[in-house]
């Protein structure tokens, strides 16, 4: 089994030495209620939870994956791995469901910066568990910003409570990334709610038997909707409709007709239900709006993007652990620089620098996407929690800036991290027994869903660089530089980030003007100028983890700066070849004729 | 099902216009049968084999597996996924199996240039069957190297005419890398015979349904034998005994006591099993003297691990090809620069710059490799047929630098670049019925046997180039460069490759300076010192294709400078980046405890 330990210490670092979140607590009338001592108890209960419960499901999850068979009257009806049901219930019992939700139905409004970890313990120990629960949030906040006040009162309670899951059914067979190609319909009726109509592919979550109801929003279109995105609307679709008469007590009355057509077979995430999802005329009531669908969805797109950026987080901690266990056990060969273990026939791996190397790369990924995704929440919370308008203004464009990064470039560099780990196990990571192999392909679909990465970069470079001209990342820029002026600190990731600062805003300037003649420029560089951008941050991060490091007591701190070191000779260094390779630009792509990708 | 036609044009560009193979035939008395014509035959047989008989079970041999079970006697027995004997039999009965062996043993005497090609096209529609006669092959070519004429009549006809299969055991649980630590024995009988008692893993083909008889070498240690590698001998344990009066035809009689013990699950190849094999006093016959057998088994790794970097241009053209198809075929999105269709809803995926930059990686990673693969083919081939002994010596010598960059370096891009391929698949390219991510899970384990790719570049730095301060280096350096100096053309690969052959230069210069003080840089350096090699010999075999396309009439030309372009652009600036890596040394990986590592 997976060994894991939820790596409070540096959760404690992040929120205590680096953010100083107790602070930004106080300052606030809805959250001065939560100090460290609270947070040490929830992260220490999750920790528990995450460690003693879901863990031991994950590799039996995976290996038995979901079942689906009909139900008598014909739905198609999916069961999640054996003791799933059982930690699930164990999860709702806690109050965990509704941690970082509102206190006004239900939740235990905790702010991003504390539940993003629970978010990182549970992706750790079970991705394909953690799934159902977050997927009905990611549902609860699409509600909360977009629905009605009875629509509220009618389903979030239930959702936050874990009674009742939630879906996000937004792609078809043949829409995508384009959304605007939908064909589901909607239809209204004269009590004012809609028949919807059509077949919704990759729902996660689509059914399962851990709650009673499974509340599923679903992009459709109206009758003379205009074509295209413009024409999605939003649409709340009950698995079980509620009683009328019991909207107080929230009882689950009539089957709809929705039904799960099948269920896919996956690379990974096996124990997570993706489902084929048929709409028959199912009963649905519109959120929002008409036409505001595709808005309703983008409202919530910035916490479960950075929801899967903490899922590249978590494989890489998981996979981390396992293979410096393993590098620590493991006797193969001596060590160049003299033997270390004489009473023995051989020296433990970690006693190779390439071994290391590998570990360092995973180590330092974590603990960096780590601070990166709490700044993120940083500028969540005070989007939402603060009243100064200004603040609130910068943190939303910070969260639009890095969105894309987070997503994409944390899931990323997460799957390379757990392709490294696994290749310390040598030909034993390559066996279903060791475990490695699974946490690679569970981490494979972070880099996949939720808007491929290549659509991320295509969001970071033209929606949220070119569309002002940079003004927001230069603004970005301009933080970064004001912190390392004002650094107590004397190491190296100071000159490493300005150098990487400098060298970003002139690569944009370049691209920018590029992007003017060649049109084809924003798709061929976005992905490597979202990696040149992802390092920048990176080192941006190790700044802020060096300043809090420095000059304090202790082998943690110690290590901080050891660690910032690696990551500026063995990380870092990778910056400049994304921005060579952004610069390279489209030409040399599309140089090509239609044909010459044609099967033979 | 996977799509895939073998890419004959581009094998036939290889052979005749960059590395006029024919002439290199007709020149030698061994091989002047051969020529262009009754290869494009062999080619285009095994091109209608591999699509038409191993595709088709390709993916339905990941999803069965292998059977394990125990015989009647209580022997472990293998059964390999449904049609894979049938297409066994049909591979045998077409005389395949020895394409490339030599007639003196009953095989067809093709030289590697050309039975390269039937390793791609066998790797691409089917890795797990491929194995199965590829390690048989290994087997064979051991015993033609190492064996005596005896053990030579008795084994290889059989073997080159597929009738008995091999396998090589080398691992153990506790010893992989590090074969100086295997406790498999073997006591002597006084009748010249051996008892060999040990557990072998990863024995792939350890056991199958698809021969009668199967030939395992064993790598084991005799009584007194020195400690570590230098104690470690080669025997002969087959899984049948031959009968004694029947050696000239060679009828099998008594079974050996090596049996299966377990089969693995693996990421992949999950059609090829991998075997425990336990020997309980199993008979066994010595190959060639006492505490040799390690350099016996090195004496095949040159061809072997070519094999495993073919396996990394197999799995990139299958992904490449399918990802090809689906791009034109997907709509999705306008582009960037004007609509393309319009009669339809929107583009097909390859208008989409950012989705032929992933083709165009995988393509170019084809492409190049099998032109660098062919390079270190006919290396291969001049030092077995040549009879110049200078000629024969440089061969050597480029084989000898140049085998673990083709096993590591052509195994990690062949993965990278069916992860791109995946992707370009969206959400489709993570559900199984899709196929790309079984392409993934195949490939991946190249990167892992036949020497992690890790060990790969410990044999690069520490013994290709380090042992002899890198003279065997700096003497291919010459050959490029003088190939450069000749080259006609004009083309920016020129420039480019003299840039990169003097960066080159200077990096092994500062590594082999900084080793002698620092002892772990060997280790800490030696992956990234590898890619940046590896990018050398791309920039190499790109100068050698574009010299043969340029001034050559017609599209396929065109292309191959189009692709030199791209790299250019788009490929070589990664070389940099590896080569400030390694210039980083092993410092700031060592500075850590040992503590730091241990789980918390």
């Known amino acids: 089994m997976h060994i894991y330990n939820a790596p409070l210490s540096d959760m404690r670092f992040l929120l205590t030495d680096v953010f100083d979140a107790p602070s930004f607590w106080q300052a606030n009338d809805s959250l001065n209620h939560i100090d460290m001592d609270t947070v040490d108890i929830v992260l220490e209960s999750l920790s528990k939870f995450t460690k003693n419960v879901l863990l031991p499901l994950n590799r039996s999850g995976d290996e038995e994956g979901v079942g689906f068979s009909h139900d008598e009257e014909g739905y198609g009806a999916v069961s999640t791995p054996t003791g799933f049901k059982q930690a699930y219930e164990q999860y709702k019992e806690g109050g965990w469901v509704g941690l970082g939700a509102t206190p006004e139905y239900g939740g235990q409004g905790f702010p991003k910066m504390v539940s993003m970890f629970q978010e990182e313990m549970m992706f750790s120990t079970n991705q394909a568990f953690a799934l159902y629960p977050n997927l009905a949030l990611g549902a609860g906040l699409c509600l909360l910003k977009s629905a009605s006040e009875t629509q509220k009162d009618m389903y979030l309670e239930k959702i936050y409570a874990g009674e009742w899951a939630g879906t996000m059914c937004l792609t078809e067979a043949h829409a995508g990334t384009d959304l605007g190609l939908i064909k589901t319909k909607a239809v209204p009726n ?143 060969s001596r060590s160049d620089s003299g033997i270390k273990n004489p009473d023995k026939s051989a020296d433990a791996l970690i006693h190779h620098a390439d071994i290391r190397r590998m570990l360092l790369n995973a180590k330092s990924h974590a603990e960096v996407s780590r601070c990166f995704a709490m700044y993120v929440a940083k500028q969540l919370d005070i989007a939402k929690y603060s009243d100064d308008k200004q603040l609130i203004a910068t943190a939303n464009a910070r969260v639009a800036l890095l969105t894309p990064i987070t997503k994409a470039f944390l899931s990323d560099k997460g799957f390379e991290a757990t392709v490294d780990c696994q290749q310390v196990f040598g030909g034993h990571g390559y066996i279903c027994d060791a475990g490695m192999e699974q946490i690679v392909r569970d981490a494979r679909i972070a880099q996949i869903y939720e808007g491929a990465n290549g659509i991320q970069g295509l969001d970071l470079l033209g929606r949220k660089v070119a569309k002002d001209s940079g003004a927001m990342l230069f603004d970005f820029l301009t933080e970064i530089r004001r912190f390392i002026a004002n650094m107590q600190a004397d190491h190296g990731i100071k000159q490493a980030t300005l150098k990487a600062a400098d060298n970003l805003e002139c690569l944009t300037k370049i691209l920018l003007n590029n992007m003017s003649e060649r049109k084809d420029d924003v798709n061929g560089c976005a992905v490597n100028y979202l990696h040149a951008t992802g390092y920048l941050c990176f080192a941006y991060m190790y700044a802020m983890m060096v300043a809090a490091s420095q000059h304090k007591e202790g082998v943690f701190y110690a290590n901080k700066l050891k660690l910032a070191d690696y990551f500026i000779d063995h990380i870092l260094p990778r910056m400049q070849m994304h921005m060579e390779l952004a610069q390279a630009g489209s030409q040399s792509m599309m140089a090509f004729d239609l044909a010459y990708f044609e099967p033979a």
């Open 190 to 332: 004269e009590d004012g709610s809609y028949n919807i109509t059509g077949s919704k592919i990759f729902v996660t979550g689509g059914d399962h038997d851990l709650t009673e109801n499974i509340i599923h929003l679903v992009l459709a279109k109206t009758p003379n909707a205009p074509a295209g995105s413009k024409g999605i609307s939003l649409f709340i679709v009950p698995k079980y409709l509620i009683k009328e008469d019991s909207y107080g007590d929230h009882q689950i009355g009539t089957r709809n007709t929705a039904s799960v057509g099948a269920v896919e077979h996956k690379m990974g995430v096996k124990g997570s239900a993706t489902c084929v999802l048929n709409f028959d005329k199912a009963k649905g009531w519109m959120v929002g709006e008409e036409f505001t669908g595709l808005a309703s969805m983008f409202l919530v797109m910035n916490y479960e993007r950075l929801a899967i950026g903490m899922q590249g987080i978590a494989v890489t901690e998981l996979a981390y652990q396992n293979a410096a266990a393993y590098a620590n056990d493991r006797l193969q």
